[in-house]
T-cell receptor
Framework: GNSVTQMEGPVTLSEEAFLTINCTYTATGYPSLFWYVQYPGEGLQLLLKATKADDKGSNKGFEATYRKETTSFHLEKGSVQVSDSAVYFCARFQGAQKLVFGQGTRLTINP | GAGVSQSPSNKVTEKGKDVELRCDPISGHTALYWYRQSLGQGLEFLIYFQGNSAPDKSGLPSDRFSAERTGGSVSTLTIQRTQQEDSAVYLC?????????????FGAGSRLTVL
């Protein structure tokens, strides 16, 4: 099965709401963890990453903390904007080179 | 080039025909990946290359799928005798592996529609 499980969407919020998208992983060891984002009509791009336990990745107001105790890497943002509407993917490396993704969570922010 | 370039951006083909999808990675990137994105299926790993070798091709769905990479640069994904279930967006990515956490840069994708 997939080693990355993320919150099922779609998620719809109002502007300025608090966002959490859950992501958990299964792994032996401590793989690097990532959030990628796919904006409408654009290619997939890196949002943030964390390379070891307790690291916090951050970018564009988004944050995610690598929690080995709960094997989680939840994505959070304190105040979302309409421009944050996109599909978000959690990912981790499986082995040295194979990046595996969660199913993706579609986020829609209404003004 | 500045980014990962994929062609064609859109391809419509008839069932049973062969298709070739091309990926031109970022210059100097040694690792190259192919993924498939289908509606409701997320991102499915197909194959990755390190230089011209493919250490992991475990994700190729069937023997109708093959990929090659030449000169450590351009890669071609070939689908023979296409089926309707092959319809998807095929994404290519490359990586420089210059850090402990490889960051993949993705192309815009090739959308394949099999009629």
């Amino acid at each position: 099965g997939n080693s990355v499980t993320q919150m099922e969407g779609p998620v719809t919020l109002s502007e300025e709401a608090f966002l959490t998208i859950n992501c958990t992983y299964t792994a032996t060891g401590y793989p690097s963890l990532f959030w990628y984002v796919q904006y409408p009509g654009e290619g997939l791009q890196l949002l943030l990453k964390a390379t070891k336990a307790d690291d916090k990745g951050s970018n564009k107001g988004f944050e995610a903390t690598y929690r080995k105790e709960t094997t989680s890497f939840h994505l959070e943002k304190g105040s979302v904007q309409v421009s944050d509407s996109a599909v978000y993917f959690c990912a981790r490396f499986q082995g040295a080179q194979k990046l595996v993704f969660g199913q993706g969570t579609r986020l829609t922010i209404n003004p | 080039g500045a980014g990962v370039s994929q062609s064609p951006s859109n391809k419509v083909t008839e069932k049973g025909k062969d298709v070739e999808l091309r990926c031109d990675p970022i210059s100097g990137h040694t690792a190259l990946y192919w993924y498939r994105q289908s509606l409701g299926q997320g991102l499915e790993f197909l194959i990755y290359f390190q230089g011209n070798s493919a250490p992991d091709k475990s994700g190729l769905p069937s023997d109708r799928f093959s990929a090659e990479r030449t000169g450590g640069s351009v890669s071609t994904l070939t689908i023979q005798r296409t089926q309707q279930e092959d319809s998807a967006v095929y994404l290519c990515a490359s990586s420089s592996q210059d850090s402990g956490a490889n960051v993949l840069t993705f192309g815009a994708g090739s959308r394949l529609t099999v009629l």
